[in-house]
């Protein structure tokens, strides 16, 4: 048990380490959504089972705060309403479930954070392409490779990681960084 846990926390060191060597996407990404919320635009959020959760909370932590006191940002978790969710996967199937919300809620100057481990769950992809389909800016949370995801993002934070537990890990580190980025430059003058 005391060797999972030592090469569990190696591994994330690692990446941790790799991160920091290279934030340029976190920076690309910043800027980006802060020149959407700054515009009044909205970020919408789309990812699948560990990744909607972090969906969730990306989008609380723009809503609401990350740190200090701001204008909220306008963001949407496309994975919080299971009547939505049933409801396009009855009558659409479920790799539509997010391509659908995309249509319904995104505008031109909005913006998809798309979160996949893999970079290839399929709704992922369809609300990718069918956001920038629509004029939004596609910002990619993907695993090591990007998977198929990637080609349809303008931004994209690839975790410098393979193990999906890791992965997720870099993504929410990221996330963290991001939504304080964007949050001063909400507050700032």
Known sequence: ????????????QAAAAALAAD????KEIA???ARVARAGGKVLVCGNGGSASDSLHIAGELVGRFKKERRAVAA???AADPAVLTCLGNDYGFDRVFERQVEALGRPGDALIAISTSGSSPNVLQAAIKARELGLTVIGFLGANGGA????C????????TDTPRVQEMHILAAHIVCELVEDAVAAP
């Open 1 to 12: 048990m005391d060797g999972k846990i030592a090469a569990a926390i190696k591994r994330h």
């Open 76 to 78: 949407v978790a496309l």
């Open 154 to 161: 303008h931004h994209a934070f690839l975790a410098p990681e």
């Open 149 to 152: 995801v990637l080609k349809h």
């Open 23 to 26: 934030p340029s996407a976190i």
């Open 31 to 33: 800027g980006a959504l």
